[in-house]
């Protein structure tokens, strides 16, 4: 594997969940990092709790501006590409298709072109979601398993797929595929996903109350664990094997979200909090699960938290007064 001390890596939205763990497990290997971002981390985000601000480069600009990418490829020597900016917000996708096309999609191939059309030609990895694969049944989906997708946001991720493969195919691009399970760990704000939203509840004494039946079932992977693979491939985006290649990324446990809740109330201690459930929804997904033996076989990775070990990471996270939890405490104070 190249060493990452002589490494730059440009990484579009930088700052979120999942990208800022991402930043620093970069930082602390000696990568050069350069992150593009909209606006400035906020005082109180995980990528400024994490200290970041200071160990990475952040540029002012916008995936919707490909010469702003091919102006940051150029000066700052950009060796591989991490594309991980996109609209995630299933409920958001649902209520506004075309934005959600226009970030993911649109942003996908800005960030290509402009790669296209540089002196450096850097790599790209570019992060997806295993939602692509659709309905998956009672069996874990692998990289070469049909996608049958329909919702707003998997389609986006899957056209953005299909970007990425018409580059490498048709320019040479090198690039290849990251599609991350559902990832829950500190620092996740998004209260409407069930790990924050149910430590949330059961902090504040209160019963979840669900969407859903509870029976959707789904993988979890925890965040260092994603951040590590991902990692993993822009290490070796360029080798044979891994350029043109897609990735799942999973712990290979799925559990329903019944399940996962009352998992998260034992670890708080907090098991008389029982749920309330909810209906259940004919345009959710019920089975999602996929295989990362492609990544262990080609890669070498593998998960390092099981399931518990990673709910108590990210409980004890919400549980010590973490900027984030204070903020949203804060707020509904306010409110």
């Not at 409920?91 to 290509?112: C, D, I, K, S």
């Not at 929804?281 to 938290?305: F, T």
Request: glycine letters at 8%; hydrophobic letters at 40%.
């Amino acid at each position: 594997m190249p060493e990452f001390s002589n490494q730059t890596i440009l990484i579009t939205g930088c700052t979120g969940f999942v990208s800022s763990w991402v930043v620093q497990l970069l930082c602390d290997r000696g990568t050069q990092v350069v992150g593009l971002v909209r606006r400035p981390p906020a005082a109180g985000s995980l990528f400024a709790q994490l200290g970041l601000s200071e160990r990475a480069t952040l540029l002012n600009g916008d995936v919707a501006d490909a010469a702003v990418i091919k102006e940051a490829i150029a000066r700052n020597s950009v060796d591989t590409v991490l594309h991980m900016a996109a609209q995630t917000d299933v409920l958001a996708a649902r209520q506004q298709p075309r934005a959600t096309l226009e970030a993911n999609t649109r942003g996908t191939w800005n960030v290509l072109e402009a790669v296209r059309l540089s002196e450096r030609r850097p790599a790209v990895v570019l992060m997806s979601t295993d939602a692509v694969y659709g309905e998956t049944g009672d069996h874990l989906s692998t990289e070469e398993s049909p996608l049958r997708c329909t919702a707003p946001y998997e389609v986006s991720k899957a056209c953005a797929e299909m970007v990425g493969r018409m580059y490498f195919e048709a320019y040479g691009v090198a690039v290849c595929i990251g599609r991350l399970s559902n990832v829950y760990g500190p620092g996740d704000v998004n209260f409407n996903r069930i790990v924050p939203g149910t430590i949330r509840a059961a902090l504040a004494g209160e019963r979840l109350k669900m969407r859903s039946d509870g029976r959707a079932v789904r993988d979890y992977i925890y965040v260092e664990d994603a951040a590590g693979a991902i990692v993993a491939l822009a290490d070796c985006a360029r080798q044979e094997g891994v350029n043109g290649q897609v990735f799942n990324i999973s712990s290979e446990r799925p559990v329903s979200a019944l399940q996962m809740v009352e998992l998260i109330l034992s670890v708080l201690e907090r098991p008389d909090l029982t749920p309330e459930i909810g209906r259940s929804s004919s345009d959710e997904v019920s089975m999602k699960k996929s295989s990362s033996y492609k990544l262990r076989n080609v890669l070498g990775w593998h998960p390092g938290y099981s399931l518990e070990q990673g709910l108590r990471k990210t409980a004890d996270w919400y549980r010590n007064g973490c900027d984030a939890a204070r903020a949203w405490r804060t707020r509904d104070e306010a409110v």
